[in-house]
């Protein structure tokens, strides 16, 4: 649109992460209307066609309903950094974008307004930089989002992280979810020869890779659940040792908006990571504040922009809540548990997917972005309560079957 941008980052190097690296099919489309789509190109980016799932020896095939779409149209996965240096490149090429490395350290406030930002620079200078909208995005470990939003970040899990080379997985160019105890474990290509692999641990603590412990918990624990074809890479990857851990954090989306700020991506809201929805929540958002900002030329009126752009908030809502409510449930779903109406739960999921046609197409179409419509995933999440109700109840429902059931659809 012509305006000046001036962009302060804390790291110009390449980051080095173990997430951020799959896109649904939704945030490439989000990608393409931004002109940004030649960013996944040149990275070695692997294109990704829909899931695998597996659980107790069964497995079946989810793909996502791209029949409509032109065939470069699918999911993306890749080394997060390499995308992100992409993204860097094409914003500084710009003439009117200023990319630099800084730290900022506050938001500039003056009678309720913020009117930009202090930062630390490279060599350790302070200054300050003014604008008439200040955009905060310094992902999930923010320190500036106090002032603009009400954080309530919960950390139900963690992925612990490790790179498989020259995997073959069993089904190429898709995601790999293993239903596994205690919870979830993910495969997927990030890029020709190496395979990412996540496995979900519950709770705050992780076993210690100092000592050796995460090794044999990956070793003893995890390798005999993952697919006979992935076992001896994964286990390779463990004896190689470069084992990452990553909290995963969820935080609902609850601005104070502010005149003159606006939160966005991981600073402002969070999911749970299992389904791979961030970055397209985060590019939707800056679709929808790009179209919102594109018809006005003056933004120097704060308390009117920030009136203005309250309708952001009503206007994300469709693709943010479809995919951050998916995450969250499935997450709960996708979890081993001693109770009997959560384990019946899990297994009506895995077999109300198994059955294909609406079945898969309807919440992979949810999961990818491409249908963000709450009002399907409720019907979707209805549909397999009832299914697993059904089960239940069918040829002949006993009490405890009732009860079960009574648990499982409440």
């Known amino acids: 649109d012509g305006r000046r941008v001036q962009v302060i980052e804390r790291d110009l190097s390449e980051p080095d992460r173990i997430v951020g690296e799959l896109l649904q099919p939704g945030g490439y489309l989000k990608l393409i209307e931004l002109g940004l789509e030649d960013c996944v190109e040149e990275i070695d980016a692997q294109q990704v066609f829909g899931y695998a799932l597996f659980k107790d020896g069964k497995h079946t095939q989810l793909s996502y309903p791209l029949e409509k779409f032109h065939s470069d149209v699918s999911g993306r996965s890749f080394h997060n950094g390499r995308f992100i240096q992409r993204m860097r490149e094409k914003s500084a090429s710009l003439p009117n974008v200023h990319l630099e490395q800084g730290t900022v350290t506050s938001l500039l406030e003056e009678k309720g307004i913020i009117r930009g930002v202090q930062y630390k620079t490279k060599d350790g200078r302070e200054l300050t930089a003014f604008a008439s909208l200040t955009i905060v995005c310094d992902g999930c470990f923010s320190n500036l989002r106090r002032s603009l939003c009400n954080p309530k970040v ?6 612990v992280g490790l790179v498989l080379e020259n995997c073959h997985l069993p089904y190429s160019n898709h995601g790999h979810v293993i239903l596994a105890d205690p919870s979830p474990i993910l495969f997927y290509p990030i890029s020709s020869t190496e395979t990412r692999c996540l496995v979900d641990v519950p709770g705050q603590k992780v076993p210690s890779i100092a000592n050796g412990e995460m090794a044999n918990y990956l070793k003893t624990i995890v390798a005999p659940q993952v697919p006979p074809e992935i ?33 966005m991506g991981d600073a402002f809201n969070m999911r749970h990571p299992l389904t791979g929805g961030g970055m397209t929540v985060a590019l939707s958002d800056i679709v929808v504040l790009r179209d919102l900002l594109r018809p006005l030329h003056d933004l120097n009126d704060a308390p009117m922009l920030c009136k203005y ?3 952001f908030y009503t206007l994300r809502k469709p693709v943010a809540s479809t995919i951050n409510t998916l995450a969250g449930a499935l997450y709960k779903v996708f979890c081993a548990s001693p109770d009997q109406a959560r ?51 069918l040829p002949f429902p006993s009490p405890k079957r009732i009860w079960i059931g009574a648990r499982l659809i409440s």
Do not use: W
């Open 309 to 311: 752009l309250e309708s």
């Open 154 to 159: 919960d950390i139900p899990s963690s992925f």
């Open 231 to 263: 076992y001896d890479s994964f286990v390779a990857a463990v004896d190689k040792g470069n084992i990452r851990t990553m909290p995963n954090r969820s935080m609902p989306a609850a601005p104070h908006p502010t005149p003159g700020a606006l939160l």
């Open 343 to 393: 384990k019946e739960m899990r297994q009506a999921c895995f077999d109300y997917l198994s059955l294909g046609g609406v079945f898969s197409a309807g919440p992979i179409s949810l999961l990818s972005g491409l249908n963000p419509r709450p009002l399907s995933l409720v019907l979707h999440f209805f549909a397999v309560a009832i299914y697993g109700l059904g089960r239940l109840l």
